[in-house]
T-cell receptor, first 114, second 114 residues
Framework: DTAVSQTPKYLVTQMGNDKSIKCEQNLGHDTMYWYKQDSKKFLKIMFSYNNKELIINETVPNRFSPKSPDKAHLNLHINSLELGDSAVYFC?????????????FGPGTRLTVT | GQQVMQIPQYQHVQEGEDFTTYCNSSTTLSNIQWYKQRPGGHPVFLIQLVKSGEVKKQKRLTFQFGEAKKNSSLHITATQTTDVGTYFCAGPEHGSSNTGKLIFGQGTTLQVKP
């Protein structure tokens, strides 16, 4: 059983389009995260939710909007995609929002904007 | 802002040689975590260090946390091709230990020549 799953795995789209990435975890964790990994492999936190409540909201363009319908799901919607949005987006989860909890990452979604 | 730096960025070794990556934080850390990301894969939690001067071993991997809790290292003895990947250290953002926010180092990518 996959602990943290993401769909789709690959996403190729044109500039200006709107797209969504979905994430689900079956670990019973309370906290979920979105990370962006750029071409140099730098991992940067974007958002986190704890039991459907937004906790971390980093300085990202407001074209990015997360939504957590329940604590097992966290989606990321991106409006008006730009070339610079091309990256790998990872979802992760942890038992709680304390930083001492290890984070479990999903397989990633490779977004390519042309 | 708080920074977590890792060196080297890349390391190529012959199979059987040892490897070390170093992680330095601009602030004191309450804990430090290490993750490994295989090529094309996602970050996977390896270990967490909490105490000043702590040393933990996992088979051929030895992790250390500095006395001042501002630096850490990962040493691999007698590398194998299965050790290939990018190793990240990550520490909680200063003052944000109750948000789950981790600051990741840039990673050290290890290549092992058989």
């Amino acid at each position: 059983d996959t602990a943290v799953s993401q769909t789709p795995k690959y996403l190729v789209t044109q500039m200006g389009n709107d797209k969504s990435i979905k994430c689900e975890q079956n670990l019973g964790h309370d906290t979920m995260y979105w990370y962006k990994q750029d071409s140099k492999k730098f991992l940067k936190i974007m958002f986190s939710y704890n039991n459907k409540e937004l906790i971390i909201n980093e300085t990202v363009p407001n074209r990015f909007s997360p939504k957590s319908p329940d604590k097992a799901h966290l989606n990321l919607h991106i409006n008006s995609l730009e070339l610079g949005d091309s990256a790998v987006y990872f979802c992760a989860s942890s038992q709680g929002q304390i930083s001492s909890y290890e984070q479990y990452f999903g397989p990633g979604t490779r977004l390519t904007v042309t | 802002g708080q920074q977590v730096m890792q060196i080297p960025q890349y390391q190529h070794v012959q199979e059987g040689e040892d490897f070390t990556t170093y992680c330095n934080s601009s602030t004191t850390l309450s804990n430090i975590q290490w993750y490994k990301q295989r090529p094309g894969g996602h970050p996977v939690f390896l270990i967490q260090l909490v105490k000043s001067g702590e040393v933990k071993k996992q088979k051929r991997l030895t992790f250390q946390f500095g006395e001042a809790k501002k630096n850490s290292s990962l040493h691999i003895t007698a590398t194998q091709t299965t050790d290939v990947g990018t190793y990240f250290c990550a520490g909680p953002e200063h003052g944000s230990s109750n948000t789950g926010k981790l600051i990741f180092g840039q990673g050290t990518t290890l290549q092992v020549k058989p």
